[in-house]
């Protein structure tokens, strides 16, 4: 009886524990392996032989597929102790897989050796449990690296699948070395159309013509798909072999077949029949509007409607150099709009408009004119001193100081814009109190000129014995107005050779005249200021061997219309050297329409003259379907298109790059490839293509995410949406995510632009991250100025006197060295370093003198600091000499009342 429950107690417990096993398989299957792992590893120590081998595969996956590395591990002691004979493969693989996962360096694991003794049935189990839980590439490559040296291992690595998932982690990943491997070892025990697609490519990519063309035909015998097709066309032509890859391409698909049969015409001198194949217009374009008014405009003839549409910094150029009268809204350049305003006699309105063209920011060429005019202008007070002189005038007429203060009182009108009452007053003192000194006539002559008055104006301004520069400016504008152009002509020729006031108004108005007078062919004897004045001159004049000398220190836009001018004019005389600056200005266009327009006159002129290499080369798809591109790794396109960029040959560069792309999952790779694209956008000013580019960065993750909002800042600021740059820029939520080399630039502009909407926190907040990286020296000087005066300002004498010195470092320009010399003073005077102050404003003085405000200045805040000292002699010399300097301004005469004041002072004290 006793025996009976006991073989009854053993069975149930039998039958229990097999319930728990059948558990642990269902919980598997649904996909529920951590519940699976716990229901094994109660189990593990009871297993019978049957069950072991029943069940294992379902417990070493439910250990595995849940991480629970602990319970494997001890499974894996029970089946070495227990049934060592068993599955000796996966035992192996899972002892591999294990001490993968403890860190252990996979060579240390398995061997060569350990391989080999087994069947080709626990080979092949090996390997497939292996490919269950793929290793990293590196130990892949090691895996594959000593299958390779055995033809049964080789085989188990196929078998298993391993071979194939090795493949598909090199192809995605874009590691070459592995594919490398892959196919040397194992490239024809490939079976797949597309794996041995890959292993003739390979071929391809090692040069290896010959095996990759046997193969290829191989391939094409087996699989005769369009894809067989276009590689066996593709080797065809690599080794050669032309014509036969033309038979192939009879009647071409896509666009891919299409550009490879262009090759091979192209290869066998037929390029004729290449701009039908592939869809190219070779007719020859219409010139835009766009660029018609640009060329007239430089061959001097100034369209103004369409200019001040579509160029309006030329617009107001055409009318100061057409001796326009017009006065024109705000549009343009503030430089060159309050010159016309202050031509014209609109004063205050003048005044205003340079005041905010300082504010915007310098234009090299037209900056000391603004602050010249401005020095002027804003040195009387026009409202305070017109009260002033009305009440002296109408209340104290029998005083001394009546007949002293006409010509001031007039000034001040006429400044004020009171023109009839100024000339009233200024013929009063001519005639009745004789007063006709060169100052006087001046003023009349402007008052006539201001009242439309152009034949006194002549009279008074030729009446001047000494004619300063406004004068020999103006006259000429007023001779012109009466008809007299020869006159105005010879004054302006005059003029020119001294080299005087106002430049580029003056070369324009000669170049314009010239051309009027028909005497085009003087211009070549002058040298002009300005890039703008500089082709004009040479386009009226039709020197284009000017135009060439010019082009290569051209700003862009001048370079551009240079471009185009000696195109047109060698387009029937020598048509490649016309496609050589068409392909400059392809090259640099800012705009889709002047680069289609390059494009397709590249096309043309290739086309008739049987010269297709510019119209062909020039094509991004034409370089980008060139079959011995085809074969180069993406690493290699990448750096080709690099080489591009580094000459200036943006559309090449950007074809070989959109092919990269195409040809790489590699995340990372992709992100490098689409911020290049995006860099040569910007380049070009193709912002409408930047904004596309920038969308096919991958999203994956936060990194992803801030790259892309810092490439949106680059290119809104390029476009100058501010509003845009900026929001995309508190967008980044790590600098850390952004190009190394540009973080300390993003944070200098994000703290200029917090500095600007006067968010002080968050300005010195940044301003102190990027003086503590110690990486200055990346920014650029005019983010250094900025900061650092404004670091001054706001007591961070320490951060500021950082930024001012790397800035005195970056300035090459001899206004930006003053500039930066005179913070560097001032800082230094607020640290208490008086004497080094002083030394520092003196040097601007002494060794840039012409560099104005600065100079003066210098020399005023020196003079401050002399007094401060209580050294009150050395200050009245400086004080003396910037009133002889500012004479007849604001800055003159508060000089003038220091000298008054310290004058009283010595005399006191002495």
Request: glycine share 4%.
């Amino acid at each position: 009886m006793r025996a009976k429950i006991l073989l009854i107690s053993a069975f149930l417990t039998t039958a229990s524990y097999a319930a728990d096993l059948s558990f642990g398989v269902k919980l598997f299957k649904d996909g529920l392996y951590s519940l699976a792992s716990k229901t094994f590893s109660e189990n593990i120590e009871s297993l019978s032989p049957e069950s072991f081998k029943k069940y294992y595969k379902y417990i070493y996956l439910s250990f595995l597929k849940s991480g629970d590395f602990k319970n494997l591990k001890e499974f894996i002691r029970y089946w070495e102790k227990n049934f060592p004979r068993f599955h000796r493969g996966e035992l192996l693989s899972l002892k591999t897989l294990l001490g993968l996962k403890e860190g252990k360096p996979i060579e240390e694991l398995i061997k060569k050796d350990d391989l080999t003794p087994l069947s080709i049935k626990d080979k092949v189990a090996f390997f497939k449990t292996i490919a269950n839980f793929p290793p990293s590439s590196e130990e892949l490559y090691y895996l594959l690296s000593i299958a390779s040296k055995d033809i049964e291992l080789k085989g188990a690595v196929k078998e298993s699948g391993l071979l194939s998932l090795a493949l598909k982690k090199a192809t995605e990943e874009g590691n070459t070395s592995l594919a490398d491997l892959i196919f040397e070892a194992y490239g024809r025990w490939f079976e797949s159309p597309e794996e041995r697609i890959q292993f003739v490519k390979y071929l391809e990519r090692k040069k290896r013509f010959k095996d990759a063309l046997l193969e290829a035909e191989k391939l094409y015998k087996k699989y005769p798909s369009d894809r067989a097709r276009l590689e066996l066309a593709k080797v065809l032509y690599l080794n050669g072999k032309y014509k036969e890859a033309l038979k192939l391409l009879q009647n071409p698909k896509t666009e891919e077949e299409r550009y490879l049969k262009a090759w091979c015409y192209f290869k066998l001198g037929e390029a004729r029949k290449i701009p039908q194949l592939i869809g190219l217009n070779v007719s020859r374009p219409q010139t835009p509007e766009k660029i018609k008014v640009l060329l007239n405009f430089y061959k001097g003839k100034f369209e103004l409607k369409e200019l001040k549409k579509l160029y309006p910094e030329l617009y107001l150029k055409a009318l100061i150099f057409s001796f326009s009268t017009e006065i024109p809204e705000k549009v343009g350049s503030l430089h060159d709009l309050g010159y016309i305003y202050y031509e014209r006699g609109l004063y205050m309105r003048a005044l205003s408009t340079l005041e905010e063209a300082v504010q915007e920011g310098s234009e090299k060429l037209s900056m000391p004119r603004t602050l010249f005019l401005l020095g002027k202008l804003g040195s009387v007070n026009a409202d305070v001193v017109s009260t002033v002189y009305t009440e002296l005038m109408n209340s104290y007429q029998n005083t001394p100081y009546y007949a002293e203060a006409v010509v001031p009182a007039a000034k001040a009108y006429l400044l004020k814009g009171n023109t009839n009452l100024s000339l009233k007053l200024l013929k009063y003192a001519e005639s009745q109190l004789k007063k006709r000194s060169d100052e006087v006539k001046k003023l009349i002559a402007l008052a006539y000129r201001n009242s439309g008055n152009f034949r006194s104006s002549v009279k008074y301004f030729l009446s001047i014995k000494k004619k300063d520069g406004e004068v020999m400016t103006f006259l000429p504008f007023d001779l012109y107005q009466l008809g007299k152009k020869e006159a105005a002509y010879k004054l302006l020729k005059l003029y020119l050779k001294r080299k005087g006031l106002y430049p580029e108004v003056n070369e324009g108005r000669f170049i314009y005249l010239s051309k009027e007078l028909k005497k085009v062919k003087e211009l070549n004897k002058f040298r002009f200021s300005s890039p703008v004045t500089s082709l004009l001159a040479a386009a009226v004049s039709n020197n284009l061997k000017k135009i060439k000398e010019l082009l290569p220190s051209l700003p862009e836009r001048e370079k551009i219309a240079g471009a185009l001018l000696l195109a047109t004019a060698l387009e029937r005389k020598n048509p490649n050297r016309a496609m050589e600056y068409l392909t400059t200005v392809f090259n640099l266009s800012t705009d889709e329409n002047t680069s289609q327009y390059a494009k397709q006159f590249i096309n043309y002129l290739a086309f008739k003259s049987g010269n297709l290499e510019p119209l062909l080369f020039n094509d991004p798809k034409f370089i980008a379907y060139n079959p011995e591109n085809s074969i180069e790794t993406v690493d290699t396109l990448v750096s080709k298109a690099e080489d591009y960029v580094s000459v200036g040959e943006y559309g090449k560069a950007y074809g070989l790059l959109k092919l990269a792309l195409e040809r790489t999952s590699s995340q990372e790779l992709r992100k490098e490839i689409v911020k290049k694209l995006v860099y040569i956008d910007l380049k070009r000013r193709n912002y409408s293509r930047a904004l596309k580019d920038v969308k096919l960065l991958p999203l994956k993750n936060q990194s992803d995410k801030d790259l892309k909002n810092f490439l949106r800042f680059k290119i809104y600021l390029a476009m100058g949406k501010l509003v845009d740059a900026y929001s995309a820029a508190e967008s980044v939520k790590d600098i850390k995510n952004i190009p190394k080399e540009e973080r300390e630039t993003f944070i200098a502009k994000l703290a200029g632009y917090y500095k600007l909407t006067g968010d002080r926190e968050k300005a010195l907040e940044l301003l102190e991250k990027l003086v503590s990286s110690g990486n200055l020296s990346k920014l650029a000087y005019d983010d250094l100025i900025n900061l650092a005066i404004f670091a001054e300002k706001e007591g961070k004498l320490k951060e500021a006197n950082l930024l001012i010195n790397e800035a005195m470092k970056k300035a090459k320009r001899k206004e930006q060295k003053v500039e930066s010399l005179f913070w560097k003073a001032s800082l230094q005077a607020k640290m208490g370093n008086t004497s080094e102050a002083i030394l520092n404003y003196m040097k601007i003085a002494y060794e840039y003198p012409d560099v104005e405000p600065w100079a003066s200045t210098a020399i005023y805040r020196a003079a401050q600091l002399f007094e401060e000292k209580g050294d009150l002699k050395q200050a009245l010399k400086l004080y003396q000499k910037v009133v002889k300097l500012k004479r007849g301004t604001k800055e003159g005469e508060i000089a003038a009342e220091r000298v008054k004041s310290l004058l009283q002072r010595i005399g006191k004290e002495e």
